[in-house]
């Protein structure tokens, strides 16, 4: 009985401690920290974040749990540029102990947005943070670096993702992936607001340049990728840096086209479409995600526990840190009305899955609000230990409590020119010929006058679109524009100067066009970002068709560069002999479209997604489902296909073979023979399909299920193996409701390479 006594007393003791604990931590008191298990490097990650939670006060854990907008630290404290503020930091990093910083578009250092300036801008806020926080807790400093580090006037800038999806190259996404990564650590930004994994459904969309493709396989794969090369690094200077995928999930497809604006998707589109691209980065390890702004099916994503719990992690097996968009907590209240008031906001997010909240101006107040909400019970601790738990899984997992800070003087010369030969190449194999009509293309080099005209012919800011410098791309206050070779440039200096005429109005180009050779029309759209990028009309404008129209009239060749970041319908500018899709391609966009223009590259994209005739095809995408409806009008009918783009030479690929029988949980090789029939060198795109004869619900005609590119010379033939998962062919199944799992179904497929198929079954 004493035995049992002294074992009662003891529990009791170690109980009451641990309540004392429990309520130091709450009130704010904080446990003293002795044995600092976590700051071993060589310890393991899990019992590092576990030891640091185990220390930290409630205060501490719910200021991890915030991120906040540089311009606070800095100016008047609020919004303005200016330099940091100690008086500013200090409200932010020691009194509210945020984890985390981030630089919106256009949040760049004053008067100096170069790359040793954002170093030493990071530099300061870290260790302001460092040297006021009890636990030696390091910031996590963060920017979206869409298209490389788009922040800076200095940096090489790369394609934007649609012209990185019409590559069809996973090899050259993971390369821009991690030339993006050196240029952000080197300036001390660890924490990546990219890649965009939407799919791309509706030209409408004001975002719709920032996805890779329509198709789940193409946008997965090449957000995979590119995740992979964010996430290399390679010298170890600096601490890694973590990508973000993105906006999880629904978000590209809402029911007016318009941003931010709710989507109606069934489940089983939902489940079967739009997570799938998400998937392929969750397997490749991205460190965040990003909830997606919008509602889906009446329920804000940032309140749905169904899709920040059930879907991303019981289902697809994330275990990183889940951040909000912009303000998106506050939205819930502001412009949801789901939430009567920001802690019941708050309290919502958080318990749906939220980990951690941009909120870019208030950090005070969603601090203690969301103490409140513990002391409350609205809000658990197991919960918000979960929370930080993830979000100091991350820091250690990068290695920013062992390098904090960046070498700031070595900053640009990292940064500075680096990389303009893969940008030149990304650019080059992200163009799309879509028309060549009597093989207008390619131009002879000793062309003898070539009058260029139209908008974008001699425009940095339609060459690289949004997120360029500011939020909306560039602007008057943008200061220097970045590095860039427009295309006026890049055509003039592949065949001289002497020879090529620039026309700014539509009379001169015609006058100039009748005593030339042929001319070149460049037509583009205005920069943007988001909701105030969104288009009513997404076509070529009528001053865009009348030019071209205007010029065709002529009688001499017509060819068509657009730099656009979407799909424009095209209206007459159609009856071009040409036309070339250069997208958003970036610092080296001139030097690419010439090289393509003139044949010394061989153009090798292909459309990443379909493109339509008319503004009332929208929403669009090859694998819309199945009708009864035979007429032209409800079925699939765009202006080019999907993976549409030609070539200067000519290419045939042999009809597939594939086993005969495999499992649900195998996987399948297809074998195909690519041959280069035309007289010079180039690059084919394979993509295989799928097609399913028979199913309980409907599926796409055909589901691209894997791609290959192959290089090939004049004459050369390749045999291509590509093995894809048969769980890419998994549907969800049940009635309406969707109510059964995501299931491979037993029975008939054929794969589908050109006009060839060939069977196999699934047991």
Not at 454 to 477: H, I, M, Y
Not at 561 to 573: F, I, N, Y
């Amino acid at each position: 009985m004493r035995r049992i006594r002294t074992a009662r007393t003891v529990l009791a003791a170690l109980a009451a401690v641990a309540l004392t604990t429990t309520l130091a931590q709450s009130s704010g008191q904080a446990e003293p920290a002795t044995g600092q298990l976590y700051q071993d490097a060589a310890a393991p990650v899990d019992r590092r974040a576990d030891d640091l939670l185990h220390r930290m006060t409630l205060e501490e854990k719910v200021g991890q749990m915030v991120q906040i907008r540089v311009g606070k630290l800095r100016g008047d404290c609020q919004w303005t540029a200016g330099p940091l503020r100690e008086d500013c930091m200090k409200t932010v990093l020691a009194d509210d102990k945020v984890g985390s910083i981030l630089s919106g578009g256009g949040d760049f250092p004053v008067p100096d947005n170069t790359p040793q300036a954002w170093a030493e801008m990071t530099n300061a806020v870290q260790r302001y943070a460092l040297e006021h926080s009890r636990l030696k807790i390091p910031v996590l400093y963060g920017a979206d670096g869409v298209h490389g580090h788009n922040n800076l006037i200095t940096a090489t800038l790369f394609p934007q993702q649609i012209g990185v999806g019409a590559t069809w190259d996973p090899a050259l996404a993971t390369q821009l992936g991690e030339s993006t990564s050196k240029a952000m650590r080197a300036t001390g930004v660890l924490w990546d607001f990219a890649p965009v994994s939407d799919v791309a459904r509706d030209t409408r969309w004001g975002r719709y340049y920032e996805t890779f493709s329509e198709d789940p396989l193409l946008a997965g794969t090449m957000a995979a990728a590119d995740v992979r090369g964010l996430q290399t690094n390679r010298d170890k200077k600096t601490a890694d840096l973590t990508a973000t995928a993105k906006h999880f999930a629904g978000y590209s497809q809402p029911a007016n086209g318009h941003d931010r604006v709710p989507a109606q998707l069934p489940v089983r589109y939902l489940q079967d479409q739009f997570l799938p691209s998400f998937q392929a980065q969750f397997d490749a390890g991205v460190g965040t995600v990003m909830a997606d702004s919008g509602a889906v099916n009446g329920v804000p994503v940032h309140a749905s526990k169904f899709m920040l719990t059930t879907e991303l992690r019981q289902r697809m097996g994330f275990t990183g840190v889940v951040v909000s968009d912009w303000q998106d907590v506050r939205a819930l209240v502001d412009s949801y009305h789901v939430a009567a008031d920001y802690p019941t906001a708050i309290a919502m997010a958080v318990n749906a899955g939220v980990d951690m909240a941009m909120e870019p101006s208030e950090a005070s107040e969603f601090t203690q609000d969301l103490i409140q909400d513990v002391h409350k019970g609205l809000v658990s601790q197991q919960r918000i230990d979960e929370a930080v738990r993830r979000i100091l899984t991350l820091k250690f997992r990068l290695g920013l409590f062992e390098k904090p800070y960046v070498d700031a003087s070595a900053a640009n010369g990292i940064v500075n020119g680096a990389d303009r030969d893969l940008a030149r190449r990304a650019a080059t194999e992200s163009a799309v010929l879509l028309k060549n009509d009597h093989n207008v293309l390619p131009l002879a080099k000793s062309v003898g006058r070539l009058v260029i005209t139209g908008d974008a012919a001699d425009s940095p800011s339609e060459q690289f679109g949004g997120w360029t410098v500011n939020w909306q791309g560039l602007t008057s206050d943008s200061g220097p524009t970045p590095p860039v070779v427009t295309v006026l440039q890049g055509v003039r200096e592949a065949v001289g100067a002497d020879h090529v005429v620039a026309a700014s109005d539509q009379a001169s180009a015609v006058a100039a066009t009748k005593s030339a050779d042929a001319a070149l029309v460049v037509l583009g759209e205005k920069p943007g970002a988001e909701g105030l990028n969104d288009s009513e009309s997404p076509a070529l404008t009528a001053d865009q068709q009348a030019l071209v129209s205007a010029l065709k009239a002529t009688g001499k060749p017509v060819i068509v560069v657009l730099e656009t970041g979407r799909p424009l319908v095209l209206g007459a500018a159609a009856n071009a002999d040409a036309l070339l899709e250069g997208w958003l391609p970036g610092s080296e966009g001139g030097h690419a479209i010439a090289d393509v223009l003139f044949g010394a590259a061989n153009p090798s994209g292909r459309l990443p997604v379909s493109w339509p005739k008319t503004v009332g095809d929208e929403p669009m995408s090859y694998d819309q489902l199945p009708g009864t409806n035979g007429g032209t009008s409800s079925n699939y009918d765009p202006q080019f296909p999907f993976g549409h783009g030609l070539s200067y030479t000519s290419f045939t690929t042999s009809a597939p073979s594939v086993p005969s029988q495999v499992d649900a949980g195998g996987r399948v090789t297809v074998r195909v023979t690519v041959r280069n029939t035309g007289s010079v060198a180039g690059t084919d795109v394979v993509p295989v399909y799928v097609h399913q004869p028979v199913s309980p619900v409907l599926v796409p005609e055909r589901r691209l299920v894997g791609f290959a590119r192959v290089d090939l010379a004049p004459g050369e033939q390749r045999t291509v193996d590509l093995t894809f998962a048969v769980s890419q062919l998994a549907v969800t199944t049940g009635d309406v409701d969707a109510s059964g799992r995501r299931e491979v179904e037993r029975g008939g497929y054929e794969v589908v390479v050109g006009d060839a198929r060939a069977p196999f079954t699934v047991r």
